[in-house]
């Protein structure tokens, strides 16, 4: 399960973010808030942990933001603000869970697997489609033609970013932070060998689109 942290603190994004990665997740941190509203905006996250206070950016708006982009993840807002027209104000926004500052971090795990269930039951196939090639998030597979082709899960997570971005000129790094996040040991030529590998998996040409490198820039999947 993919989930983006946007917390200013450090400190804190770093420790929340080893917690949640000891917990099996993937997580992306960030410590602003429009590089959060970009991250949020691309829709592959399952979970959105949100600071309520940001420097450039307030989650309020932030998060208005995002819900009017139609971006349906679910959030989970965390604050000092603890009066109830603050709480109020934060799920008249669209957040779908707030968390007072400081609080215990399995109450945290426990409202992350919570809001996890419903982003399986609101989309149950998790499949996205692009010309005749389609993707089974939940299966990690692509399927055309009646073929069907088993993906890692960084497979998966790579074609599914291209995937939601088509027709998208996607930078080399943007992709790399996307779908390695903070990995230790994680190097940015995996971008190259990954997509080497859905070439050799994937008859794109068979689905009516092409996965096109952009020299000196990144990758793009589009329809022909």
């Known amino acids: 399960m993919n989930i983006l942290l946007v917390e200013d603190e450090i400190r804190l994004a ?3 973010g080893q917690l949640l990665k ?3 997740y993937q997580v992306d941190i960030v410590n602003s808030g429009i590089e959060g509203q970009d991250m949020a905006e691309t829709g592959i996250y399952d979970v959105v942990i949100l600071d309520r206070m940001l420097p450039d950016l307030d989650g309020i708006e932030l998060l208005k933001t995002i819900r009017a982009a139609n971006i349906t993840t679910p959030v ?3 604050t000092a ?4 027209s603050n709480k109020i104000e934060g799920l008249d926004a669209g957040a779908d869970d707030y968390l007072v500052k400081p609080f215990d971090s399995n109450e945290l795990l426990a409202r992350v697997r919570a809001l996890s269930r419903r982003s399986t039951h609101l989309l149950p196939d998790k499949i996205i489609t692009v010309g005749k090639l389609s993707l089974d998030m939940q299966q990690h597979t692509a399927i055309y033609n009646g073929i069907h082709v088993t993906l890692t899960p960084k497979e998966a997570q790579l074609l599914e970013y291209l995937m939601r971005n088509k027709n998208q000129t ?8 996307r779908v390695w996040g903070f990995e230790q040991n994680a190097d940015i030529d995996n971008v190259e ?3 080497y590998y859905l070439r050799r998996k994937i ?6 689109i092409s996965l096109d490198t952009i020299r000196g820039v990144g990758y793009r999947i589009k329809e022909v």
Not at 170 to 177: A, H, P, V
């Open 81 to 84: 603000k603890d009066s109830v």
């Open 22 to 24: 000891m917990q099996g």
């Open 193 to 195: 060998l990954y997509v």
């Open 203 to 208: 008859h794109f040409s068979d689905c009516v």
């Open 76 to 78: 989970i807002f965390l």
């Open 170 to 177: 996607l930078r080399k790094e943007q992709i790399f932070d």
């Open 14 to 16: 770093n420790a929340l």
